[in-house]
């Protein structure tokens, strides 16, 4: 079991950019696949970003690849999702999740553990 509190949202600027964080409890947090998942007012929670166990490989919605970079700290238990050239349609509650077992990383059903999510509002 994992317990994710993720940090670092605020308010910033188009073009602007945040760091957000996630921290996990457990010695078990380096085994989790872990993935950014997001959910505006009105929509559905949607994929973002996710990252493996070892960050060998990480993989990005369409719409962040190449502004967002998720990468992790297994020393520290912490998850990360530096955010660039932000727009004002990135602006949603950002949730961190983690997973067992790997494939589907884009399917919020296959996450077993989430935080509480942090607010990003970008204006224009």
């Known amino acids: 079991q994992v317990q994710l509190v993720e940090s670092g949202g605020g308010l910033v600027q188009a073009g602007g950019s945040l760091r957000l964080s996630c921290a996990g409890s457990?010695?078990?947090?380096?085994?989790?696949?872990m993935g950014w998942f997001r959910q505006a007012p009105g929509n559905e929670r949607e994929f973002v970003a996710h990252?493996?166990?070892?960050?060998?490989?990480?993989y990005y919605a369409d719409t962040v690849q190449g502004r967002f970079t998720i990468s992790r700290d297994n020393a520290k238990n912490v998850l990360y999702l530096q955010m660039n050239s932000l727009k004002p349609e990135d602006t949603a509650v950002y949730y961190c999740?983690?997973?067992?077992?790997?494939?589907?990383?884009?399917?919020?059903?296959?996450?077993?553990?989430w935080g509480q999510g942090t607010q990003v509002t970008v204006s224009s």
């Open positions: 990252i493996s166990a070892d960050s060998g490989s990480t």
């Open positions: 457990g010695r078990a947090f380096s085994h989790y696949l």
């Open positions: 999740a983690a997973k067992a077992y790997s494939g589907n990383y884009y399917d919020v059903s296959q996450y077993r553990y």
